[in-house]
């Protein structure tokens, strides 16, 4: 997995200024990372200035990574930026693509890396930092990632959420997937969203409809008395039962009383 991110107006700022965000950056890319149970240490990061490249091996939470990281990361800036000036707060273009990455003498080398790169100077991110200007970060999902996460159903966002663009920076050109996180909603854009390049839609990743969710049983009844049923469909959601301290960062719950 590669997840690149960019500081925006950096050469506009002055020395201070540039010296801040090169020391904020990664403490609050650590924060996120942290808070969505993500170990950082474990990356291979290239740095430079406003900018970083993460790479990780793919390793079953690269969901974690679309979801949660990118959930904290937009947290974290919040929390930043509200003790701040607007000219000095900090807003982020990220982006996340995966595959095949060669460690090379003086950084990263191979077309995952190069994709990743030209996504992240894709045009559409800085219009939507334009037109979005209380948003603190702009997210843009290569099609494999989005496809393999969200459409794919192992995360808690909807496809509705994104719009499909079609990226053509120098040599580059592929079909992406453009969101901003504080808004949920998908943005203007020439390609309707949910579709793929040709045209077809792609279904929407939901929730299970509440009149098909398993209600909890009512007091007196085969649950025991209790009010509570624990014969949920595996596939749908997980019940962990737990006792004392529990370390549930990066962790969605959901919490249920019983009804008549």
Same mark, same amino acid.
């Given at each position: 997995m590669c997840i690149a991110v960019d500081a925006q107006a950096y050469g506009g700022k002055n020395d201070r200024g540039q010296s801040e965000i090169q020391h904020d950056l990664p403490r609050i890319l650590d924060?996120?990372?942290r808070g969505a149970g993500l170990d950082r240490a474990r990356w291979q990061i290239q740095r430079k200035g406003d900018e970083?490249?993460?790479?990780?091996? #793919? *390793? &079953?939470?690269?969901?974690?990574?679309?979801d949660d990281?990118?959930?904290?990361? %937009?947290?974290?800036?919040?929390?930043?930026?509200?003790?701040?000036?607007?000219?000095?707060?900090?807003? !982020?273009?990220?982006?996340?693509?995966?595959?095949?990455?060669?460690?090379?003498?003086?950084?990263?080398?191979?077309?995952?890396?190069?994709? /990743?790169?030209r996504l992240l100077n894709a045009p559409q991110l800085y219009d939507a930092l334009a037109a979005h200007p209380?948003?603190? !970060?702009? $997210? #843009?999902?290569? *099609?494999?990632?989005?496809?393999?996460?969200? +459409?794919?159903?192992?995360?808690?966002l909807s496809g509705d959420e994104f719009t499909r663009v079609a990226v053509q920076v120098k040599e580059y050109e592929a079909t992406a997937w453009l969101r901003v996180?504080? $808004? &949920? +909603?998908? !943005?203007?854009?020439?390609?309707?969203p949910? /579709?793929?390049?040709? &045209?077809?839609?792609?279904?929407? %990743?939901? &929730?299970e409809p509440a009149a098909d969710r398993l209600r909890p049983a009512a007091a007196g009844g085969s649950d025991g008395g209790t009010g509570f049923r624990n014969d949920y469909r595996a596939e749908k959601i997980n019940v962990t039962n737990v006792a004392g301290a529990v370390d549930a960062r990066g962790a969605v719950f959901g919490f249920g009383t019983p009804r008549d």
């Amino acid at each position: 997995m590669c997840i690149a991110v960019d500081a925006q107006a950096y050469g506009g700022k002055n020395d201070r200024g540039q010296s801040e965000i090169q020391h904020d950056l990664p403490r609050i890319l650590d924060r996120a990372a942290r808070g969505a149970g993500l170990d950082r240490a474990r990356w291979q990061i290239q740095r430079k200035g406003d900018e970083q490249l993460a790479v990780r091996p #793919l *390793d &079953g939470t690269e969901p974690r990574l679309v979801d949660d990281y990118v959930r904290h990361l %937009v947290s974290e800036l919040g929390v930043h930026n509200s003790q701040r000036v607007p000219e000095a707060r900090m807003r !982020l273009r990220a982006v996340i693509h995966q595959g095949l990455v060669e460690l090379a003498e003086n950084g990263f080398a191979g077309s995952a890396v190069v994709a /990743t790169a030209r996504l992240l100077n894709a045009p559409q991110l800085y219009d939507a930092l334009a037109a979005h200007p209380a948003a603190a !970060l702009v $997210l #843009l999902l290569s *099609d494999e990632v989005f496809r393999s996460t969200v +459409v794919g159903g192992h995360t808690t966002l909807s496809g509705d959420e994104f719009t499909r663009v079609a990226v053509q920076v120098k040599e580059y050109e592929a079909t992406a997937w453009l969101r901003v996180p504080t $808004l &949920g +909603v998908p !943005l203007a854009a020439s390609s309707e969203p949910g /579709t793929t390049e040709t &045209g077809k839609p792609v279904a929407p %990743v939901r &929730g299970e409809p509440a009149a098909d969710r398993l209600r909890p049983a009512a007091a007196g009844g085969s649950d025991g008395g209790t009010g509570f049923r624990n014969d949920y469909r595996a596939e749908k959601i997980n019940v962990t039962n737990v006792a004392g301290a529990v370390d549930a960062r990066g962790a969605v719950f959901g919490f249920g009383t019983p009804r008549d």
